[in-house]
Structures are given as C-alpha cells and as structure tokens.
C-alpha cells in the first residue's frame, strides 16, 4: 500500500509501472469488487472527479463523495482519518494545503491518492505524460516548454520533469520563475528547438504581464517539427492560447485527456495494491 501525493514519492520505473497497468486495465474488472474509495472533491469539478468515479464504477468499486470542507472542521484531521479506515479502503483528495493530504497519508492504513492541490497536479500529469507516450516514442527525450507563472501546473510539470528526467524550461518574466527550473523570459527564444509545448490558464490579476505571451499556430511553427501543444484545462482562447492554436494541428485534441480514466484507475490499482484485509492477511 502507498500514497500517491508527489510524484517525486516514486522511481522513474514505478511510475511507468502504473503506465502499464493502464495498458491492461481490463484485467482489473472487479479490483474495486466490495470496496470503497471516498471522495474529496469541489462541486467545480469536472475531467478529474468525473474519470475517478467512472473509474471506480468500472472497476466494482463503490465511490462516496464529499466536499472538500468536510476536512477543514475543528475535529482534528488524525480523529477524522482514524474512523474513516473503518470503512474506506482508498481516499482521493483535492484540497489546496498539500500539507492536509501529506498528514492523512500518515495518519491513515489506507491510500491517499491527490486529485489536485495548491502545489501540484500528480495524476494530471500522469495522464499526460502517458498520452505523449502514446503520441511520442521518445515522449522523455522531448524538450518541453511550459509557458505560465508558478503555479500549481507549473509546479506539476517541474515535478514531473523531476521524476521522470526530462527535460524542462520555463516562459514568463521573471518574477514568476519557478524554482529549479530554467526560465527563458522571451517566448520567441523560448519556443526554438522545443518539442512539446504546455500552458495554464492565466489568474485575472497576472493578464497585464502576461500579455505578451500567448500561444499562437504561428509561434507553434517556430518550435521543432511536430511539436505538440498541450494547454492545461480549462485552457481559454484568446488569453494563454490563441483561437488559431486550438484550430490548428499542434493541439493535442481533447481525446488525449481520455488516458484520465485509464490512468487514475491504475493509481488506484498500483496503490491498493498489497492492502490488509480484516483478518491481517494480504490482499494482493
């Protein structure tokens, strides 16, 4: 049994372990079968919490959902956990304070697996990199370009870049660098030689400094050839992508986000795996 709240938890191999579990998912039917895997999510919500509670339903598993606030209350997060392992078997988060989810992961028997937080995005970019996979042979020997401010997708993305070794700079000026990763404050420099190109959406209060760094089709034609344009979402056209580049043969298209549920049933597969049943023994 393990957590998956960084990605930097895990080996390269571990993590393209998962990759193949979500290559033959359907042998994992009835994995979830008398099981039940509760839910944190926000009502806003969509690609994440609609794939892990399809995933859970085609794996015989038994989803209950809450809200996010239902951990913020004065009753301490330990007590909170200690009952829920009576009848959970795995807990997906999505909670701003990844400290909240680092401090269930050690307080519970049971995995807890991040659906999202202020600092990272670890089964986004699951998903994603195993759709590049798909696309790109040499999905980890690709230059990638994240073009956005330091926020939770950057982050991610530097996480990832971590985890899995590849290779990865940053485009925005240069009061929003995120730590680690090279930043090329120009977008017309930064894009040269770059294979695959990521973006975020941009907070209201950032659009002024942010103006000058939109995706177009035209400024994809400067990166290598075949390069990629993948746009985290909810992407808006017009703002850090152009209506140009959605339209146009760089974007990766909204079928790649399908490997969510592929994906995310693996990370429960990997993760709930080796769990102790009611009478001490494995279940493997």
Request: with cysteine; proline share 4%; charged share 25%.
């Amino acid at each position: 049994m393990k957590s998956f709240v960084r990605l930097t938890d895990f080996t390269k191999e571990e993590l393209q372990e998962i990759f193949s579990i979500a290559d033959n998912i359907g042998e994992y039917k009835n994995f979830l079968r008398e099981k039940t895997v509760v839910l944190f999510f926000p009502s806003t919500s969509l690609r994440t919490r609609v794939s892990f509670e399809k995933g859970i339903h085609l794996l015989g598993g038994q989803a209950i959902l809450f809200e996010p606030s239902v951990l913020e209350k004065k009753e301490d997060i330990r007590d909170v956990c200690g009952y829920l392992q009576n009848w959970a078997d795995a807990v997906v988060v999505r909670h701003k304070d990844i400290g909240l989810l680092e401090k269930m992961a050690r307080s519970l028997d049971i995995p807890v697996i991040n659906a999202m937080t202020a600092e990272n995005h670890p089964c986004e970019m699951m998903s994603d990199l195993y759709s590049l996979s798909k696309l790109r042979a040499d999905y980890l020997q690709c230059k990638y370009l994240f073009v956005g401010a330091s926020g939770n997708i950057g982050k991610a993305w530097a996480e990832a870049a971590a985890a899995f070794g590849f290779s990865l700079w940053q485009c925005a000026s240069e009061k929003y660098c995120i730590k680690g990763v090279e930043n090329i404050p120009d977008i017309q420099s930064a894009i040269l030689g770059k294979d695959i190109v990521c973006t975020d959406s941009i907070p209201t209060e950032l659009k002024a400094d942010f103006r000058d760094y939109q995706i177009t089709a035209q400024l994809m034609q400067k990166a290598n050839k075949g390069a990629l344009l993948n746009p985290c979402p909810p992407f808006f056209r017009g703002e850090e992508v152009a209506e140009d580049a959605i339209s146009s043969p760089f974007f990766v298209g909204y079928e790649f986000k399908k490997s969510l549920l592929a994906v995310q049933q693996a990370i429960l597969v990997y993760c709930m795996r080796n769990i102790k049943t009611e009478n001490g023994e494995i279940e493997r």
